[in-house]
């Protein structure tokens, strides 16, 4: 191998055959937006390796399941890689299982550029610029009765710069090895940290998110080799739509007004990133049960104010949910009132101060048979757990139980 310089990009995860999903009631304007993402994202990074004029693009695993995606993202594919077959730009694939399934791929027609390495063995292939041989890539697709071993792929090496291809990490992460430089796994809808040292361990995630916890920018890694061998990776932000967890701090005296000006700031920020995007709103900071949120009704109004003032613009920022951290004190007043609700209060205040109390639920259900893992005598042991069923109990009741839409301690708080 000559001391050559180059760079490939180092990808996988598109899953074209899935959709968004934890999008209660999307918006009609959105849905085509949500539905094209991950053909998108996947175009993104087919235009990305053209931008940047990568000599290859290493796909690890979990391109497209073909007995779901269906004949649109078969034909979506093949023409992306057409266009980098156009550009001199070869592709190298490490199939997943998902990928294999029916052995579709194997007899699809793909373009000449497009390689996918055996199932039954570590192939070796060797990647040419012009005359020049500048990388060594070995790789390995699934197999169902030969799992991934690092070991395998250390037999193969020869010099030069070595690159192992597979879906999955097998035991690198674990103990990277020596003798290949480049470890390019696949097969987390998360980026790892890569491993940097004598070797270079990595996993790019996912180009798109999928669900409201795949928050942040997502991307695939470009790879640039210098003449002496050295390795430097760079995140791309490719994601066609973008998922947001944000949370405002808020007291029991703000007042609708003052919390309605803090979204909007942060919104108007979230612009700035000029893409779709989908938001979690959690408030957090209450210590007690006040305030201008504590009522469901109330958040309700706040999202559909949000979805209405920034839900259509361009970009869109779509206002997923908008919860309430549960506060961890009760107001004494609810726990002490003769009504239906000071009864119920009353019990889970009672929970909230005997940690040791069981939770019991049958006597309160009657015939109804309950889930074996509630019924179970391990249920809900954990402290943490605990205090969080019962705080989100006592929202619930707050809701239910109350009688009139404001609370009695509301009446001297601001509210606008």
Not at 270 to 277: C, K, S
Request: hydrophobic fraction near 35%.
């Amino acid at each position: 191998m000559s001391g050559q310089s180059f760079r490939f990009l180092h990808t996988g995860n598109f899953h074209l055959e899935r959709s968004l999903s934890g999008i209660p009631d999307a918006p009609e304007h959105l849905r085509e937006s949500l539905v094209n993402a991950p053909f998108d994202a996947a175009e993104n990074v087919i235009q990305a390796a053209i931008q940047e004029e990568v000599d290859f693009v290493i796909l690890a695993g979990d391109i497209l399941d073909p007995t779901k995606a269906g004949p649109r993202a078969v034909a979506f594919l093949r023409k992306q890689f057409e266009r980098l077959g156009n550009r001199g730009i070869a592709v190298y694939w490490a199939a997943s299982e998902t990928d294999l399934r029916e052995d579709c791929i194997r007899v699809l027609d793909w373009p000449p550029n497009v390689r996918i390495f055996v199932s039954d063995k570590v192939e070796q292939l060797t990647h040419y610029r012009g005359d020049h041989a500048i990388a060594d890539l070995l790789g390995r697709s699934w197999h169902e009765k030969q799992p991934l071993k690092a070991g395998e792929f250390l037999s193969l090496t020869v010099g030069g710069y070595q690159i192992a291809v597979m879906h999955g990490s097998s035991d690198l992460f674990n103990e990277p090895r020596q003798g290949i430089e480049y470890w390019a796994a696949g097969g987390s809808d998360v980026p790892d940290t890569p491993f940097k040292g004598i070797v270079t361990a990595h996993c790019p995630g996912c180009p798109q998110g999928f669900t409201p916890q795949q928050t942040g920018p997502h991307g695939c890694t470009l790879v640039s080799v210098d003449s002496d061998g050295e390795t430097r990776l760079r995140m791309l932000e490719i994601d066609a739509v973008r998922w947001y967890r944000e949370s405002i701090e808020i007291t029991g005296r703000n007042s609708r007004a003052e919390v309605q000006n803090e979204l909007r700031t942060r919104l108007r920020h979230l612009a700035e990133d000029d893409r779709t995007a989908l938001v979690t709103w959690k408030l957090t900071g209450l210590g007690r049960f006040d305030g201008a949120y504590i009522r469901g009704a109330q958040r309700d109004e706040t999202l559909e104010w949000l979805r209405r003032e920034f839900g259509f613009g361009a970009p869109a920022i779509w206002s997923v949910n908008l919860v309430l951290d549960p506060p961890h004190a009760l107001r004494a007043e609810w726990c002490e009132e003769d009504s239906i609700l000071g009864d119920y209060m009353g019990v889970v205040r009672d929970y909230q101060e005997a940690d040791d109390k069981p939770i019991e639920l049958q006597s309160a259900i009657g015939d109804q048979r309950l889930p074996r893992s509630v019924g179970s005598d391990d249920w809900m042991t954990d402290p943490l757990e605990r205090d969080a069923l019962l705080r989100q109990a006592a929202m619930l009741g707050l809701d239910l139980l109350s009688g009139d839409d404001s609370l009695p301690h509301q009446h001297t708080l601001t509210s606008s």
